[in-house]
């Protein structure tokens, strides 16, 4: 028997089926839906760390394997939206809340938003994000629902970090949209890096498929598996 005879066999029986399907997985994730793992607390009271999130990548349009060209486009963020995209800054994947759209001028005074004019409205937060963070830090944060487009979202404030709480009116540039972490003294977001273009955006992170706590063991945090974002 030749020596090239076992290496075919397993080339046909293990090694290219293996990598068919190691192309069909990831192109899957590629085009259209994949997960991501959430190692910050930029977005906190909504996600935080260990939280590993959903994300549809045929949102808003589908583009080539691999790559951010668009083949086609259906929808376009939306005001309140969590997306994943491209920093403009340095190329990494990061988790935000789309603020400002296209057009739309922005200000935001002693972290109080305004959009085209009008203040947003700020209310009382449900308890349940407050505690799902924990009782130290609790204390080190004020916490608030903030109404976005008849959208409401939690939001958190650090006082004692130095921050960009202040900015004049922005106006957002075409294709582009403005973004924003919910823990808004803790964020590295529009505020810094300027508007991010429509092609950066990678999908709409749409909920939470499971969670684990860094800090305790990677114990898994149950109550949060399978969990909407709002």
């Not at 069909?24 to 260990?50: C, H, Q, Y």
């Not at 309140?80 to 296209?102: E, W, Y």
Request: charged share 20%; net charge positive; glycine share 6%.
């Amino acid at each position: 028997m030749s020596k090239k005879q076992p290496l075919h066999t397993i080339w046909v029986k293990w090694l290219r089926p293996t990598l068919i399907i190691l192309v069909v997985t990831s192109g899957f994730r590629s085009v259209l839906a994949d997960w991501n793992d959430v190692p910050t607390g930029s977005m906190k009271p909504t996600i935080l760390e260990g939280d590993r999130i959903v994300v549809n990548k045929l949102a808003y349009d589908l583009k080539v394997p691999f790559s951010t060209w668009h083949l086609a486009e259906w929808s376009d963020p939306q005001r309140g939206d969590i997306v994943v995209f491209f920093s403009p800054f340095d190329g990494k994947r990061l988790v935000k809340r789309v603020i400002g759209l296209p057009g739309d001028s922005l200000e935001m005074h002693d972290n109080q938003l305004a959009i085209n004019g009008r203040p947003l409205e700020y209310g009382q937060l449900d308890s349940r994000y407050v505690n799902a963070i924990g009782r130290q830090e609790q204390l080190e944060h004020q916490f608030a629902q903030e109404s976005l487009a008849a959208r409401n979202h939690p939001i958190m404030v650090s006082p004692l970090l130095p921050s960009r709480r202040s900015f004049e009116p922005i106006v957002v540039p075409p294709n582009s949209y403005f973004m924003m972490g919910d823990n808004r003294d803790n964020s590295f977001d529009s505020r810094y890096y300027g508007c991010v273009p429509r092609k950066n955006i990678l999908g709409r992170a749409s909920a939470i498929a499971l969670s684990v706590n860094p800090e305790h063991h990677y114990i898994p945090r149950f109550a949060r598996f399978c969990t909407s974002l709002l």
